[in-house]
């Protein structure tokens, strides 16, 4: 089993920044592909960033690209989601994902990570 706690919500003005964490522990390794979603009030869990095991390789939802950052610390077993530009369409529920494909592509189309993290709450006012 993977363990996921992700930290770094809050409540920031339109254009403003956040950084979110994500600690995996447990049964982890280096070679787990991991992600981020969000998930709004009353609407479905959506793709946000995805990063491959060597971090050599990131994906991005169109909504997010040239905002958000997802990077590791692979000695840390850390994913982080730099966002920068934020608007207030990007409030939600932040979580982080983790499974042991190693081919991120494959997780993005078929929506099938194993592991979450309970998220946290990103806001964004106007």
């Known amino acids: 089993q993977v363990q996921l706690v992700e930290s770094g919500g809050g409540s920031v003005p339109a254009g403003g920044s956040l950084r979110l964490t994500c600690a995996a522990s447990?049964?982890?390794?280096?070679?787990?592909?991991m992600g981020w979603f969000r998930q709004a009030p009353g609407r479905q869990r959506d793709f946000v960033a995805a990063?491959?095991?060597?971090?050599?390789?990131?994906f991005y939802a169109d909504s997010v690209k040239g905002r958000f950052t997802i990077s590791r610390d692979s000695v840390k077993n850390t994913v982080y989601l730099q966002m920068h530009g934020l608007k207030p369409e990007d409030t939600a529920n932040y979580y982080c994902?983790?499974?042991?494909?190693?081919?991120?592509?494959?997780?993005?189309?078929?929506?099938?990570?194993?592991?979450w993290g309970q998220g946290t709450q990103v806001t964004v006012f106007s």
């Open positions: 994902a983790a499974d042991r494909e190693p081919d991120p592509v494959v997780l993005i189309s078929t929506g099938r990570w194993t592991y």
């Open positions: 447990g049964r982890t390794s280096s070679s787990i592909t």
């Open positions: 990063i491959n095991w060597s971090g050599g390789s990131t």
